[in-house]
């Protein structure tokens, strides 16, 4: 069975950063595409970017330029590199895996990144 764990989240201040880890288990990660989403309170699930086995990156615009995904496929681990963060970016971070075109339904735990002002 596949298990998705997400990791590093914390409180920072404004303009601090912070790295998110998603461990991936149970399947050939070297094949799969990797998500980061992310909840606010009161708000629907977005996506914040995604990774392909061929390392394209693709990123939400509130994300471009402050934030960086990366893979390390020998750890099975997904990184999401946060940068230069505002209180708008305060949410729960999720991530999700894909087979080809087809998208993982169970969610992990999340990992909660709050930003002060």
């Known amino acids: 069975q596949v298990q998705v764990e997400e990791s590093g989240g914390g409180l920072v201040q404004t303009g601090g950063s912070l790295r998110l880890s998603c461990v991936v288990s149970?399947?050939?990660?070297?094949?799969?595409?990797v998500a980061w989403y992310r909840q606010a309170p009161g708000k629907q699930r977005e996506l914040v970017a995604s990774i392909t086995s061929a390392n394209q990156r693709n990123y939400a615009d509130s994300a471009k330029g402050r934030f960086a995904i990366s893979r390390d496929n020998a750890k099975k681990t997904v990184y999401l590199q946060m940068n230069s963060l505002e209180p708008e970016d305060t949410a729960v971070y999720y991530c999700?895996?894909?087979?080809?075109?087809?998208?993982?339904?169970?969610w992990g735990q999340g990992t909660q990144v709050t930003v002060s002002s």
């Open positions: 149970g399947r050939d990660f070297r094949v799969i595409t």
């Open positions: 999700r895996y894909a087979y080809g075109s087809a998208w993982s339904t169970n």
